[in-house]
């Protein structure tokens, strides 16, 4: 996951008195061990096998702890300046982002994919996230159930899935991205939080994915990052957002420098550049997944409570 910038707390002798329910010792879930700690009074960040995975404020569900959250609520509400939306998240976890839109557009009706059966049903326990039909938790493999969509089903799209530190091959190949823009509508936006360590997983690949199944216009595909990572003096997180009808390029690198830690923004000839030639990733041979718009027969599992 993306760094963070914010003031560590006092620890668990400030905790709200709200929290009283939650766990004090490492939880096993279907896939992971979850672990929660406290980074302030309010603030709470779920760890996945040690790793940093989600990150709630209590007290505020329309703050955003994460820095990569932070860039992509900027291009999003550039992209999409308000009203309820309709949103599919690939990676659920905390589901911190979609508890943020839930907040900042009521109305809108989310569904996060979720690997992990367990973790989806605690973090239902653990915390006020919204109920169905504003959020459903479904329980499944974010490739299969992106290619179980039907065609123009959603507004938004966010990936952030992640296996440790990688995203799995299947979601970050051409025929990945071609599947998320066929379930998005025609002014959809696919919002990807991607992972640069080069050799095993080059942002690179993922751009060239995106622009040929979104267009490689100025505007049609971005990215946001550090200088660091854009002049590849480290690894890191990067932000990708691709839209076939363009986006607000001006806007949202003004957004972008109103944040704690400002992001620099590529597009057009900068992306190009940065791509240098890479070729996007393609699905292994073999694999045969369904056609857009093709829905599973047995009823997608979510996540209690329904209500």
């Known amino acids: 996951m993306a760094g963070r910038r914010r003031e560590r707390g006092t620890g668990s002798s400030a905790r709200t008195s709200s929290s009283s329910h939650l766990p004090t010792t490492p939880v096993p879930t279907s896939l992971a061990t979850a672990e929660l700690r406290w980074d302030g009074p309010d603030e709470v960040t779920l760890l996945l096998d040690g790793a940093e995975s989600s990150a709630l404020d209590l007290r505020d569900p329309a703050r955003l702890v994460f820095e990569y959250m932070q860039q992509m609520r900027v291009i999003l509400d550039a992209t999409m300046p308000s009203g309820a939306l309709r949103v599919m998240h690939l990676g659920g976890a905390a589901c911190a982002f979609p508890r943020a839109i839930d907040a900042a557009r009521p109305g809108s009706s989310q569904v996060a994919v979720e690997l992990d059966g367990q973790l989806a049903g605690l973090v239902r326990e653990w915390f006020d996230l919204p109920r169905s039909p504003r959020l459903r938790i479904r329980v499944g493999d974010a490739r299969e159930v992106l290619q179980g969509q039907r065609i123009g089903a959603w507004q938004v799209m966010v990936r952030d899935v992640f296996a440790g530190t990688q995203v799995p091959r299947p979601a970050r190949t051409l025929q990945a991205a071609q599947a998320a823009r066929a379930a998005l509508g025609a002014e959809g936006l696919y919002l990807v939080n991607a992972a640069h360590r080069p050799p095993a997983v080059d942002v690179r690949a993922e751009i060239a994915a995106l622009q040929q ?73 073999g694999r045969a997944p369904a056609t857009p718009g093709e829905r599973a027969e047995t009823p997608a599992a979510v996540a209690p409570p329904a209500s």
């Open 213 to 285: 199944a979104f267009g490689a216009e100025p505007g049609q595909v971005l990215a946001v990052t550090d200088p660091g990572i854009r002049r590849g003096r480290r690894h890191g997180n990067v932000v990708l957002a691709a839209a076939s009808t363009g986006l607000p390029v001006a806007e949202i690198e003004r957004g972008l420098r109103r944040l704690p830690l400002p992001a620099g923004l590529m597009t057009g000839h900068d992306l190009d550049r940065f791509r240098a030639g890479a070729a996007s990733t393609q699905d292994r041979p």
